[in-house]
């Protein structure tokens, strides 16, 4: 699968390397076209190394903008004010422009990552609607010190990836919570869990690849959630359950992948003593995942259920007990005690349960993420 990835005279220029090399590991081949300003920024032969394949900077008797026209995608990052307005009017006056003329004739998908100064990227906002409209696609730039930046190097991939997969969730709004929650003892301390977060990220960048529009909740994790998300941040189970309860109309699925606490603490006003034994009394957590269906009847619902040391038939017969209660859709049953799996690992060993049993074995959780997120584009069309 070929992205002919389009480098401009940004500054941002310097961050393509990494990026074509990320492309690389993910399993694309990847062809560059450089501008001129490009080329003053960061050598041509940089992206050569990169890529493995000869940069582009002029066209010649090969006609490249027809070879390269058609790939799976055209990816120009960065894309500057010029580049953007340009291919807005249809002028074709560079190698990469000229492609871009030649790849909407052949409905080519275009993705673009703007970067420049804050000003130029509001004077280029009409232009951008335009191309918008036409079908285009810009990554949202990260804006900080009057700058519209650069976003992350896996961010751009994880879109490149979306545009190229076999989709499945088109249209479809996804809700994923994941982290541990954290219940409070007093104003400085609190109980929570080992939850990384992990399992629910990859979840979320599964759903996302698959063409679907992702919002997460999450408490606490260890791991970055991709900007191309909205992103409800919580603390406490209470908080997660109210977010949900105002989130969960507007979603065809939710992956409740959060680990959330089953107790809250009775909490102490003031600082307790550290200076005596105290005691502490928890009070069972209502289950969050039990009010999804209430909230919306029609919501296709993931649920993860968690065991320690049991047998698997156990697993199995805890994880359809939870289906009952909750009215899941779909569970997905892991013992925590297995060497090399669970909470902060990579890797997981799972079973999922809906009208079937499937045994996975372990593997890694972006693995196990992609059998949960094509089972659910199954059942859900």
């Given at each position: 699968m070929t992205i002919v990835l389009c480098v401009t005279g940004s500054v941002?220029?310097?961050?393509?390397?990494?990026?074509?090399?990320?492309?690389?590991?993910?399993?694309?081949?990847?062809?560059?076209?450089?501008?001129?300003?490009?080329?003053?920024?960061?050598?041509?032969?940089?992206?050569?190394?990169?890529?493995?394949?000869?940069?582009?900077?002029?066209?010649?008797?090969?006609i490249e903008h027809v070879k390269y026209a058609d790939a799976e995608l055209?990816?120009?990052?960065?894309?500057?004010?010029?580049?953007?307005?340009?291919?807005?009017?249809?002028?074709?006056?560079?190698?990469?422009?000229?492609?871009?003329?030649t790849a909407s004739g052949y409905n080519t998908p275009i993705v673009f990552v703007p970067s420049m100064h804050q000003s130029m990227y509001r004077a280029v906002d009409?232009?951008?609607?335009?191309?918008?409209?036409?079908?285009?696609?810009?990554?949202?730039?990260?804006?900080e010190e009057n700058k519209a930046k650069f976003p992350s190097v896996d961010d751009i991939v994880l879109q490149a990836q979306k545009a190229t997969s076999a989709?499945?969730?088109?249209?479809?709004?996804?809700?994923?919570?994941?982290?541990?929650?954290?219940?409070?003892?007093?104003?400085?301390?609190?109980?929570?869990?080992?939850?990384?977060?992990?399992?629910?990220?990859?979840?979320?960048?599964?759903?996302?690849?698959?063409?679907?529009?992702?919002?997460?909740?999450?408490?606490?994790?260890?791991?970055?959630?991709?900007?191309?998300?909205?992103?409800?941040?919580?603390?406490?189970?209470?908080?997660?359950?109210?977010?949900?309860?105002?989130?969960?109309?507007?979603?065809?699925?939710?992956i409740a992948a959060a680990a959330v606490s089953d107790f809250v603490v009775e909490k102490n006003t003031s600082k307790i003593s550290s200076s005596s034994d105290q005691t502490l009394k928890l009070k069972p957590a209502p289950k969050i995942i039990n009010q999804a269906k209430?909230?919306?009847?029609?919501?296709?619902?993931?649920?993860?259920?968690?065991?320690?040391?049991?047998?698997?038939?156990?697993?199995?017969?805890?994880?359809?007990?939870?289906?009952?209660e909750s009215g899941a859709d779909l569970m997905v049953a892991n013992d925590v005690a297995e060497v090399g799996a669970g909470f902060g690992s990579d890797q997981n060993k799972v079973v999922l349960v809906d009208d079937e049993i499937w045994d996975v074995p372990l593997s890694t959780k972006e693995e196990i993420a992609a059998l949960v997120i094509g089972r659910v584009a199954e059942r859900i069309i």
């Open positions: 941002a220029a310097v961050e393509t390397v990494k990026l074509a090399r990320e492309l690389k590991r993910k399993g694309f081949q990847v062809k560059c076209f450089m501008t001129d300003g490009a080329c003053d920024i960061i050598n041509p032969y940089s992206l050569e190394f990169a890529t493995g394949e000869k940069v582009i900077t002029k066209l010649t008797g090969e055209i990816l120009v990052a960065p894309a500057t004010a010029n580049v953007i307005s340009k291919f807005a009017y249809k002028i074709a006056d560079n190698p990469i422009n000229t492609l871009l003329l009409e232009n951008i609607q335009k191309l918008k409209k036409e079908g285009v696609v810009f990554m949202e730039p990260k804006k989709g499945g969730l088109e249209g479809r709004n996804v809700l994923v919570s994941a982290g541990g929650t954290y219940e409070d003892i007093d104003p400085i301390r609190g109980i929570t869990n080992r939850s990384s977060g992990k399992m629910g990220v990859e979840l979320a960048k599964e759903a996302f690849r698959r063409g679907a529009d992702v919002t997460m909740i999450t408490g606490r994790v260890e791991v970055e959630i991709p900007q191309v998300f909205n992103h409800i941040k919580i603390e406490s189970s209470r908080v997660m359950a109210k977010a949900l309860e105002e989130n969960l109309i507007d979603h065809d699925v939710f209430e909230h919306n009847p029609a919501v296709y619902l993931v649920g993860f259920k968690a065991e320690y040391g049991v047998s698997r038939d156990k697993l199995v017969e805890s994880a359809k007990k939870r289906m009952r």
